[in-house]
């Protein structure tokens, strides 16, 4: 069975407060076959098999932008564990290796695995991470909006401004790159898990 192995280790633990509960809780509503949970320290660890839960786990992560992200892409031993820090196989390795190189990589998180399109994955999450690393305040408030299906006319509304102060502030925010960008990444995701159907 392949699987994209989540390894994500706080930085500046040390000299921060220990954020895994709270990040934990927090990804926990995603499809992921094996749950997010602490594994050691301040490191925790998931199992995706489904390519829709990468995207949103990755985002929520890069927004924190208090996280080493390692994904790791391969096989894991089977049967599978109930709980995601008792697995093993070449995904497990593959994820310990992402998230040591991430510490001195570009945002942080790197994607390691046999299969070329580990690199495409890396690629596109890289600079998807640029896009997000410019957007404010303001851009997320827009941006959480809209992912709640809201439109921007709507969005003005809850917001009290202008539905041209949306549309700038949504531009602004990158919100139809990031949109792309997502697609993309679930798209790299399904290939990798041998989940692409076109």
Known sequence: MTVLVLTVDQRTSRTTPDLVSDAVAGLADLPLRLPFERTTGDEMQAVLDDPTALPPAVERLLRDGTWHIGI??????????????AGRGPAYLHARSAVTTAKNSPWHLRVVGDDGAAR??????????????????????????VDQGLSYE???????????????????????????????????????LGKDDT
């Open 72 to 85: 790791g892409v391969g096989t894991v031993d089977e049967p599978l564990p109930d709980n995601a820090r």
């Open 120 to 145: 495409d994955l890396e690629s596109v999450l890289w600079l998807w991470a640029a896009a997000l690393g410019r957007r404010s305040e303001k851009g997320w408030e827009v941006a959480d909006l």
């Open 154 to 192: 709507e969005a003005a509304v809850r917001l009290g401004i202008s539905q041209s102060a949306v549309s700038q502030r949504a531009q602004a925010a990158g919100l139809v790159e990031g949109r792309r960008a997502r697609e993309v990444v679930e798209h790299l995701a399904a290939r990798l």
